[in-house]
């Protein structure tokens, strides 16, 4: 027998009795004591409430399997990232792993346990199915962020009483309101953002500077309206963004279609608040010499469709987006794309003027294709390059699908490219023959 | 006493920087200047910055 006998309920080592509340016995032996001896206790699973960020899951996990939490919580937050199955695992730990220091509480979180559980599975699911890869991101979002904010509304309703106990119960109700929260920041900002766009910007700014002045109030009276700061930003940045891209959407909203036959029912200018709209001049004989074409949007695509032997010239503006004018093309955020070729004036030539919030401006030879991401009848914004990589070629929302790329046409012919370098060459030769 | 209120350099910081983001964004709108992504990214960024490193710095023991 040796001096200490770990079997021995009267002499056990020190980490036995820590284990049976929450710590787990370490590997090593003491000096003298029985080696390779089996730890009689098992290990069990219980979240750290010494080591903890949120609710010590990440330190309990990384306790019971003897490595750092650290890397448990970088996996965690991987998981989390992408696809959402984080967020449900650890919610789920957070249910159903006991703290250290309560090992008898068990997993329960009183009687509305079910209604605990079938609100975290509701977080987990619209989680994943915002930021899964098997859902189209523009059809999934709008769903499953009412479905995070009433799953998170109910969630801190059924357990606010419980809030103040302490263990999971706390931490999910926080969670929970939190994540409800910041669901209805992004309602908040989103009605700004279109508010400001329709003309209420400079009504929701001043009340950003209202807002500004109560929090200097409050600074006298102990800084009990900090938490103003908050909707103050929430309401600045899509107001922001609207006076950065300079969004306007006068005009009205969906989708516009025009086939001008006649250089007379080519109107001078067009205007779309928001959506897509399509101007298909193939039809039109232009005569020699300029003709001006202005067109403005606040968010969404403009497609010129122009006959192959009309030079077009540019001068676009965009606040975000992409712009390709046969070829030439430009994107990112306040994007400019000029274009003062010399004019011929026995060549037809179209200089377009465009001003475009966030979007795409396509000037191209042949229309997009239905199933075109964000042409006219088609899902996304379109922001991207189509039949090139570039930004936004890589895949939906703002580019077209791999495979669509090689069996389509490209939407700007070799000739349509050439008419303005011929119409440059001619000019030239014109110049330098009236030289001669 | 708890009744005696303090000064808040949390929130006086936070007003300012409120002030001047909406102030400068108001001038935008009524067409006086124009701010564009360029400008735009960095000013929300130093405003929450602001905000929040004048949070952080009231937070430390001591204060």
């Known amino acids: ?436 | 006493m708890s009744g005696a209120r303090s000064f808040d350099t949390v929130s006086l910081v936070a007003g300012m920087v409120v002030i001047a983001l909406g102030g400068l964004l108001l001038l935008d709108r009524l067409e006086v200047i124009d701010i564009g992504f360029g400008y735009l990214f960095p000013l929300l960024t130093a405003a929450t910055g602001a905000i929040l490193l004048a949070g952080g710095l009231a937070a430390r023991p001591g204060r």
């Open chain 1, 1 to 436: 027998m040796t001096d200490q006998d770990p079997t021995n309920p009267q002499d056990p080592p020190a980490e036995q009795g820590q284990a049976g509340q929450g710590e787990p016995a370490p590997a090593r032996a003491e000096p003298g004591a029985a080696p390779d001896l089996p730890d009689p206790t098992p290990r069990k699973l219980l979240r750290s409430t010494g080591d903890r960020i949120i609710g010590g899951v990440a330190g309990g996990l990384g306790r019971y399997f003897d490595v750092d939490p650290i890397i448990v919580r970088i996996g965690l937050v991987a998981l989390a990232v992408f696809g959402g199955i984080g967020v449900f695992l650890y919610l789920a730990a957070l249910l159903f792993v006991p703290p250290d220091d309560r090992p008898d509480q068990g997993a329960a979180v009183g009687g509305s346990r079910l209604a605990t559980i079938a609100g975290a599975a509701a977080l987990g699911i619209a989680a994943i199915a915002a930021l899964g890869n098997g859902l189209s991101f523009f059809d999934a979002f709008p769903f499953s962020l009412v479905l995070l904010a009433i799953g998170g509304g109910v969630l801190y309703w059924l357990l606010r009483d419980r809030a103040d106990e302490g263990g999971a119960g706390r931490i999910i109700a926080r969670l929970a309101l939190g994540v409800a929260l910041i669901i209805a920041a992004g309602f908040v900002a989103v009605g700004a953002f279109w508010a400001s766009a329709v003309g209420g910007g400079a009504v929701i700014a001043g009340l950003v500077v209202l807002i500004g002045v109560l929090l200097l109030l409050s600074a006298f009276r102990g800084g009990r309206a900090r938490w103003l700061a908050v909707p103050a930003l929430v309401l600045a940045v899509p107001v922001g963004i609207v006076s950065a891209a300079d969004i306007n959407l006068d005009g009205g909203y969906g989708e516009r279609e025009f086939r001008p036959t006649t250089a007379a029912q080519l109107a001078p200018s067009y205007r779309l608040g928001a959506g897509a709209m399509q101007i298909d001049m193939r039809a039109m004989k232009f005569p020699p010499g300029e003709r001006r074409l202005n067109v403005g949007m606040g968010m969404g695509q403009m497609v010129l469709v122009v006959p192959e032997n009309v030079c077009v010239t540019a001068d676009a503006r965009l606040g975000a987006g992409y712009v390709n004018v046969l070829d030439r093309e430009n994107a990112g955020v306040d994007v400019d794309l000029r274009d003062d070729r010399p004019s011929v004036p026995s060549e037809p030539r179209l200089r377009v003027s465009a001003d475009i919030g966030m979007g795409a401006l396509l000037v191209v030879n042949r229309p997009p294709p239905d199933d075109f991401e964000g042409g006219p009848g088609g899902r996304g914004p379109g922001f991207g390059p189509r039949d090139k990589g570039g930004p936004g070629a890589d895949g939906p929302p703002f580019g077209p699908r791999a495979g669509d790329r090689e069996k389509e046409p490209p939407l700007t012919t070799a000739r349509g490219q050439a008419a303005c370098d011929r119409t440059v060459a001619d000019a030239d030769r014109a110049s330098s023959g009236g030289r001669r």
